[in-house]
């Protein structure tokens, strides 16, 4: 099965006057056809790979590429090449690309300012995700006062961050409560430490 490669399809084509034919010496009409390349992935049309075109003489028939013709009919040529416009879907694939990158981004840099956000204005029930050292683990905040918040440590540990959310089961936080004050707890979210917020 082939998944990618290149299709031409037509594009447009003008009827041109008044040149002479090369071949047949006739000054007859020669229709000029300008045909589009793409690449495509699966049936994704991904980037356009230029424009080809030829024309061919009313009167005999022979069909020129823009290298065989003469300079008149290549004048005539170039005009139709200009109208013939790329069409915007040609880029799909490279356009859905960008898309899925830009929404990615846009939802990592939205997720970021939010846990500055939940940092800064702590709530019962917060899930911070910890590196005290070499391992990974979760604090939830069991209480908030003026100063400080008061965090129960989960019982597990894990090597990986992406483990985390194996962590997250009420069932695994049994500790008592301890306090960080809330300037220590926006430095370890400075440092590090403290790696995220997940909030409901
Ligand atoms: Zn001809």
């Known amino acids: 099965m082939i998944f990618y490669g290149s299709k031409g399809v037509h594009l447009h084509s003008e009827q041109v006057s008044g040149v002479k034919c090369s071949h047949c010496e006739q000054t007859s009409t020669h229709t000029v056809s300008i045909y589009g390349k793409y690449a495509y992935v699966y049936w994704i049309p991904f980037f356009p790979l230029g424009k080809k075109g030829v024309s061919e003489c009313n009167h005999c028939k022979i069909t020129l590429e823009p290298k065989e013709m003469s300079e008149s009919l ?15 879907w040609y880029w799909s ?5 960008a898309v899925i990158i830009g929404v990615l981004a846009f939802s990592s840099a939205q997720h970021d300012k939010d846990a500055i956000t939940y940092i800064d204005k702590p709530l019962v029930g917060d899930i911070y995700e910890f590196k005290p050292n070499d391992y990974y683990s979760l604090l939830k905040v069991a209480s908030v006062d003026q100063d400080s918040v008061y965090v129960i440590s989960n019982d597990y540990e894990t090597e990986r961050q992406s483990d985390l959310n194996d962590l997250d089961k009420a069932s695994n936080f049994t ?7 809330k300037e220590d707890l926006k430095e370890y979210f400075k440092s590090k430490k403290i790696l995220d917020v997940n909030r409901d």
Do not use: D, E, W
């Open 175 to 181: 500790s008592k409560p301890y306090g960080i004050s």
């Open 74 to 88: 290549k004048l005539a040529y170039q005009n139709v090449n200009v109208n013939a416009k790329t069409p915007i």
């Open 93 to 97: 694939g490279l356009g859905i690309i």
